[in-house]
């Protein structure tokens, strides 16, 4: 599946999980466009983000790496899930999925296709299973809030998401360095953090790339390790991933 990286401001999400490792996948509504989650989430003011937003034409934003902590589902409130942990943020363990779009508004049939698509993907990287207890609306962690509203058919899109085939085993994508390279934390970008230089002439194996990374040097590719960190392929001997 094709994801675009959009990031988040720094301070709407935690590296890491505190020891936890993700279990479940709460459902989420914009109430709004994807263009205006992209907005909120990359604003430091508003101290939120989610793991992913679907578009309502089947695009996908990544906002934060799976194994990061997204500011999603922190507030408890009248809990009717019954796997909820007690005097455990469950941000912690869960995976958030933003979608475009209203309470009151029916889910594009792409829509409903990608975010069936996309679970499918969470649950088998993660060994989530596809059931109520583990797919869930974000009223069920606070009841304040009716997102993602009434209009979503939750038990369809579980069933959905069973229906698809298991996900292609991860890629594994060898790759050397030419010059000395940067290899960034967990964004395809020269402004995320530096995690080390990689010397040239090294032999990498890559877990996968993005063509929607920064412009560097007329090229937006980059590569992605197994950790979620980023190495621009325009220093590699494979400078265009889609052709490796």
Known sequence: ???????????????????????????????????????????PASKVSAHYGVG?????????????????????????????????????????????GFPNQDWTE????????????????WGILLDGDHVIKHHEIRFAKSCPGENVNLEALIARAKQLPNPAPPVSIEVRTLVNANLRFREPSTRACLVRVV???????????????????????????????YLWAGATGKPNPQRA
């Not at 959009?6 to 709004?32: E, L, M, Q, S, Y």
């Not at 409130?77 to 455990?88: A, C, E, F, K, Y």
Request: aromatic residues 8%; neutral net charge.
């Open 1 to 43: 599946m094709r994801k675009q990286w959009i990031g988040c401001a720094t301070t709407n999400f935690a590296p890491g999980r505190r020891g936890f490792k993700p279990d479940a996948i709460v459902i989420h509504i914009v109430v709004g466009s994807l263009k205006s989650a992209d907005a909120t989430f990359g604003s």
């Open 56 to 100: 309502r034409d089947g695009t996908v934003h990544q906002y934060v790496q799976e194994t990061d902590t997204a500011f999603h589902a922190g507030i408890v409130d009248r809990p009717s899930w019954p796997l909820i942990r007690p005097n455990v943020n469950p941000n912690f363990h869960t995976i958030g999925i933003e979608h475009e």
């Open 110 to 125: 792409l829509q409903i296709d990608t975010s069936a698509a996309l679970l499918r993907e969470i649950a088998a990287r």
């Open 199 to 229: 010397a040239a002439g090294t032999t990498l194996q890559m877990a996968g790339f993005t063509t929607e990374g920064q412009l560097v040097q007329g090229n937006r590719n980059w590569y992605q390790d197994t950790n979620g960190n």
